[in-house]
C-alpha cells in the first residue's frame, strides 16, 4: 500500500524548530489579551473609531469587539467619545483614548533633569528643569520634591506612573542602573528610593532604548523591524531594534556602541578606558576639541560653550567652531560605520548632537555611512530635531510599554515579561 501523497495544502503548514524552553501554548486567555491589545492600539492610532470600524479591521466578531470595548472601557484606557455623523442610519457612538489618564515622565542627566507630564497620545502638559546633584541621595530627592510639586498642578488627571530614563545601562532583572559612566548613581537603589515616596509605579530604563520604544509607540517606524537609535549627549548611547524586538542582551548592556575603542591611545572615556567612539563623538567632545582649538589660536581663556551655543556659533561662521563640529560629524560616521556593518538596519535614528544642525553636519556623516556599505544602499537616516521632546516621549513610552501588557524582550531569560495590566487608580 502507498502512502497518501500530502497535498500542497499540508505540505505548506511544515515543520517549525520550537524552542521548548520558552514556548508557551496559547490558551485563550492569551489569546484574548492578543486581541485586547490588537484593539487597543487600533483605537490609539486611529480614534475616535466605531466598533464596526474596529471589527472590519480586525476581522473580530461584533460581539467579541463590544466585549473587549467595555473590558478597555472598565479599565479606563479608553472613553465613549460622541456619535459619529452619519447621513442615515444609527449613529455609533465612537471610541478613544481617555485624555484624563498622564504619565510624570522625567529625563535625567549628568548634571540636570528635565521633568514633565504626558498624556497618553504623547501631548505634554507640562516640562520643568531642575539641577541635579552628583550624590544620588541629594539627586533622587531633588526628582522627588519637584514631582510632588508638579502633579497637583494637575487635579483632574489621573497619574498612571513614572517613566525615568537614565544615562546608563539599566538591569531588566534588578531593574538596578548597572553601567553609567557619566552619572555617579549605579548601585543606589533609585526605583525603591522614588516609588516609597510617590506611589507611583516607576519604569526606568536607559535613554536610548526609551527613546527607540518611543519611535515605535508614536513616531516614524510604521513597518520597521531593524533599526538603531543613537543618541549624542554628554556620551553616546544606542538602541537596538531587530527583527522587530528591542535587543538588551545580559544584564541590559546591549547596545553600549559608544563604548567600542576607535583608537587605543585616544583621550580617557568615562568608562576609565582610552578612545571610545563616546570620547571623539559626544557633544562633550566636540566642546573640548573647541576649547583645545581656541588655544591654539591664541585664546586660552574663551568661556565655555553649552552644544547649542556651539552649534550657533558655527551657523554663524565661527572657523573654531566649524572645526570642532566637523569632527564631531567625521567620528559620528566612522561609529555608524561598525553599527551599520555589525547590524544592518533598515533605519539609523539619531538624536541629539548635530541633529539641530543636519543641513550643514548631515552630508558628513552620510558621506561616511555611503562609504561603509559592503552591498545595497545605506540605511536611510531619520534625525531628531526636538531631542528633549523625544528623550521625555521615551520615558512616557516605558510606562505605555508596562500596561501594554509585556515588557520588551529580556534577553537574559528571553522570554517576554508579563506584567499586571489593570492601571491602578491614584489619586492625584
Ligand atoms: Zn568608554
Excluded at 12 to 22: E, F, S, V
Excluded at 331 to 359: C, F, K
Aim: charged letters at 20%; aromatic letters at 4%.
Amino acid at each position: 500500500m502507498s502512502t497518501p501523497i500530502p497535498t500542497h495544502r499540508q505540505r505548506t503548514k511544515g515543520m517549525q524548530r520550537i524552542d521548548l524552553a520558552y514556548a508557551e501554548l496559547a490558551s485563550s486567555e492569551v489569546v484574548r489579551d492578543i486581541n485586547r491589545d490588537v484593539v487597543l492600539e487600533l483605537i490609539r492610532t486611529r480614534q475616535p473609531i466605531s466598533r464596526a470600524d474596529l471589527s472590519r479591521s480586525t476581522g473580530l466578531q461584533p460581539s467579541t469587539i463590544s466585549s473587549i470595548a467595555e473590558q478597555l472601557i472598565g479599565e479606563r484606557w479608553v472613553i465613549e467619545g460622541p456619535a459619529a455623523i452619519r447621513p442615515r442610519g444609527r449613529r455609533p457612538t465612537l471610541l478613544s483614548i481617555n485624555p484624563s489618564m498622564v504619565i510624570v515622565v522625567a529625563d535625567v542627566r549628568p548634571d540636570q533633569a528635565i521633568v514633565g507630564v504626558v498624556d497618553l497620545n504623547g501631548r505634554f502638559l507640562q516640562r520643568e528643569a531642575l539641577p541635579l546633584a552628583a550624590d544620588p541621595e541629594r539627586g533622587v530627592r531633588n526628582l522627588i520634591t519637584c514631582i510632588e510639586r508638579l502633579m497637583p498642578k494637575h487635579p483632574d488627571k489621573s497619574f498612571e506612573g513614572l517613566g525615568i530614563i537614565l544615562p546608563g545601562r539599566v538591569d531588566p532583572s534588578t531593574e538596578q542602573l548597572v553601567l553609567a559612566p557619566n552619572l555617579p548613581w549605579a548601585r543606589y537603589d533609585i526605583k525603591k528610593a522614588i516609588q516609597s515616596a510617590i506611589k507611583l509605579q516607576v519604569e526606568m530604563d536607559n535613554d536610548a532604548n526609551a527613546c527607540l520604544l518611543a519611535e515605535l509607540w508614536f513616531g516614524r517606524m510604521e513597518g520597521v523591524r531593524n533599526a538603531v537609535l543613537v543618541t549624542i549627549t554628554e556620551g553616546v548611547g544606542a538602541a537596538i531594534l531587530a527583527n522587530g524586538q528591542l535587543l538588551t542582551g545580559r544584564s541590559g548592556l546591549a547596545g553600549e556602541f559608544g563604548h567600542l575603542c576607535l583608537d587605543p591611545n585616544g583621550p580617557i572615556c568615562g568608562c576609565g578606558r582610552k578612545g571610545c567612539w563616546e570620547v571623539f563623538a559626544s557633544t562633550r567632545s566636540a566642546i573640548n576639541h573647541f576649547l583645545e582649538l581656541r588655544k591654539q589660536s591664541g585664546r586660552p581663556n574663551s568661556p565655555v560653550p553649552s552644544s547649542f551655543e556651539l552649534i550657533n556659533m558655527a551657523e554663524n561662521g565661527d572657523p573654531d567652531a566649524i572645526a570642532a563640529l566637523n569632527r564631531q560629524a567625521l567620528y559620528m560616521g566612522q561609529g555608524l560605520r561598525i553599527i551599520v556593518t555589525a547590524l544592518s538596519p533598515e533605519v539609523v535614528l539619531l538624536n541629539g548632537g548635530l541633529t539641530s544642525a543636519w543641513d550643514r553636519f548631515g552630508p558628513i556623516v552620510e558621506a561616511e555611512l555611503a562609504d561603509s556599505m559592503l552591498s545595497g544602499t545605506p540605511p536611510r537616516i531619520i534625525v531628531t530635531s526636538d531631542v528633549e521632546l523625544a528623550r521625555l516621549r521615551g520615558a512616557a513610552a516605558l510606562v505605555l510599554q508596562r500596561h501594554a501588557g509585556y515588557s520588551k524582550s529580556n534577553a537574559s531569560d528571553g522570554k517576554p515579561i508579563r506584567r499586571p495590566r489593570n492601571p491602578k487608580k491614584t489619586a492625584a
